[in-house]
């Protein structure tokens, strides 16, 4: 099985632009997940799919999304809001308000949190939410099981958007997730660019975004000093692919760019493909 990850979409950051560069990448996006030689069986989008929570965009969104040849799971970022979200996806679970729900597969099952708080950048992830995960993975202690969330649960070290570890909503969640030792991955938004960590023991990926990528600058940042250091590059589309065997899960980092071809398995390019092949045990 693989499943394909797009992530902070920011669909309206140029709400006046017909030709909107967000929407364009998008676009490219779920061509070459529908078009291209890796094409997923399904595909998470990982929250800040539009910029400024207007139904506008969620209108524009679904009709992106209407382009896609497998399913599409939506769910919440920092920049989405709920109330406008479910006037275009009604069809999408909201237990208590939030946007929560499983999405069960060949022997794995994904649980969609929602990490969003209104007026707050950083994640959250109250009682009612806790309850309602701590429900979830009690209810089934056996099959692999995968968090999907916007909002990295750990400090990676860009520190304008970072994560800090004594936050009270990360604390809430590791003690949701504590001894489930079914939890096979945590898969993050958020921060606009592929980072992987071990956070609780457990295998933390980032998904780099369709929109504009964050700098990787990993210095202490002051906010009180402006030095003119980059903070976000156009660099092109990314997504991730996470593929689920029975030998386990692997995850893929990808960019959506035309690459120059330097070798093709051809008659020069069998010899070495069969050794590779030939070297391996039965």
Known sequence: MLIAQITDLHLGFDPNQIDEPNRHRLDQTIFRLSQGINQPDLIIATGDMVDRGDVESY????????????????????????DNFARIFSDVPMPDGF?????????????ILDTLEPQRHGGAFCAVRSAWLSARLNEDRETPTVIVMHHPPFEAGIAWMDTHSTEPWVQRFSDAIAGHTNIVAIWCGHLHRPIAAVWQG?????????????????NMIDADLPDNRSMVINGPPALALHRWTDKGLVTFFDIVEDYEVLARFDGKMQGLVRHLI?????
């Open 99 to 111: 946007v929560q729900y499983c999405v069960p597969l060949d022997g794995l099952r994904l649980v």
């Open 278 to 282: 030939d070297e391996r045990p039965e």
């Open 202 to 218: 457990i295998c933390v990926t980032v998904c780099g975004s369709t929109s504009a990528e964050l700098t990787l600058d990993i």
């Open 59 to 82: 209108a524009r969104l679904r009709d992106a999304f209407s382009k896609a040849t497998v399913p599409v799971y939506p769910m919440m970022g920092n920049h989405d809001d709920r």
